[in-house]
């Protein structure tokens, strides 16, 4: 039990579907994030998400829409991706405002785009 | 910029010796957190240990330590006594105070390979 949940744990999907992560915490956190990890590439931090209020975009496209309707859930609404969007996204929170906070994150979903 | 850069793509180690992973950081903020991060191929990140820039000691987790030099801005992972599960991918993170600490970068990554 990690303690931060993200389903489904896999997903395909075609360019033209449309599909959403899911994220949930249940440590008290106020602040989630989205990554995308891809394989010989760094950590990319997409989203963050401070007491339910987007604080980093970093120039993620539009294809890429986040909502977090509370402190608790974290969605990744995906809409005509690309094949090289393939990738583990991964969820994760941590305490707003809190250096020393560590991230914890969830299992991932390895995202597939045929 | 990447702001992490962890210089060794892949390690091996004897099982039971110690191996340090590299990591140095860029910043120009006198507060920021360094984070230590294991990842084995089930995917999910495990947070190991943490310093602060204003930590007088080296951080230290049962088999996990920190060598934080901070003229050098170097937050090396040291393990001791590696074991057959410390297989993994190891990350290393910084925490700066933009966006109101809630922005956390991290490195490509070292391959940890612990042999028997």
């Known amino acids: 039990e990690t303690g931060v949940t993200q389903t489904p744990r896999h997903l395909v999907m075609g360019m033209t579907n449309k599909k959403s992560l899911k994220c949930e915490q249940h440590?008290?956190?106020?602040?989630m994030y989205w990554y995308k990890q891809s394989a010989k590439k760094p950590l990319e931090l997409m989203f963050v998400?401070?007491?339910?209020?987007?604080?980093e975009n970093n120039s993620v496209p539009s294809r890429f829409s986040p909502e977090c309707p509370n402190s608790s859930h974290l969605f990744l609404h995906l809409h005509t991706l690309q094949p090289e969007d393939s990738a583990l996204y991964l969820c994760?929170?941590?305490?707003?405002?809190?250096?020393?906070?560590?991230?914890?994150f969830g299992n991932g979903t390895r995202l597939t785009v045929t | 910029a990447q702001k992490i850069t962890q210089t060794q793509p892949g390690m091996f180690v004897q099982e039971k010796e110690a191996v340090t992973l590299d990591c140095t950081y860029d910043?120009?903020?006198?507060?920021?957190?360094l984070f230590w991060y294991k990842q084995p191929s089930s995917g999910e990140m495990i947070f190991l240990i943490y310093?602060?820039?204003?930590?007088?000691q080296n951080a230290t987790e049962g088999r996990y330590s920190l060598n934080f030099q901070k003229a050098r801005k170097s937050a090396n992972l040291v393990i001791s006594a590696s074991q057959l599960g410390d297989s993994a991918m190891y990350f290393c993170?910084?925490?700066?105070?933009?966006?109101?600490?809630?922005?956390?970068?991290f490195g490509a990554g070292t391959r940890l390979t612990v042999k028997p």
């Open positions: 993170a910084m925490r700066e105070p933009q966006n109101n600490n809630n922005d956390m970068r």
């Open positions: 994760a929170s941590s305490l707003s405002g809190s250096q020393n906070s560590p991230l914890h």
């Open positions: 440590l008290g956190h106020n602040a």
């Open positions: 310093q602060g820039s204003y930590d007088q």
């Open positions: 910043t120009s903020d006198p507060s920021y957190g």
């Open positions: 998400y401070s007491l339910e209020e987007r604080v």
